[in-house]
Structure formats: structure tokens, C-alpha cells
């Protein structure tokens, strides 16, 4: 599949839905840390995932995920 649109692309987009919707099975995967909060920006060129964590001292973390495509190379 030809990618034609990259700002933001339907895979970007998709892939971004997909971190929402596994944020649990994600959170497995976390030593000592709950997800708290997850906010998706899916709009903007190269969507990003937000995270806020706490871990089990009660401190509060945030990761940022940018996801972005690379042009097809084809």
C-alpha cells in the first residue's frame, strides 16, 4: 500500500489508537509503575502519546511518545 498522505498518516494515526487501547497489557510490562493518565494528540503532523505514571513510592513520571513515518523508500 502506497502511503500518500504523511501529515499525520492513517498508519501513524492507528498506530498512536493502538498505544491507547493497550495501555493496560503496556502497563504489565512496568516495573513497579501504574498508568494514570494516557492523552493522545493524534492531530498534529507526528502524533504523540502522552503516559503519566506513578510508581509504587507514590512519585509521578511522564513519557512522551512520538510516533512518525518515514516516507516510502520504494
Known sequence: MKTT????????????????????????????????KVEPNITRDNPIVKFNLV?????QHELVIRIVQIPDKF
Open 5 to 36: 498522505s504523511y501529515n499525520p498518516s492513517s498508519l501513524e494515526v492507528d498506530f498512536a489508537n493502538a498505544l491507547v487501547i493497550l495501555q493496560k497489557q503496556l502497563e504489565t510490562h512496568l516495573q513497579d509503575n501504574e498508568i494514570i
Open 55 to 59: 510508581d509504587k513510592d507514590g512519585d
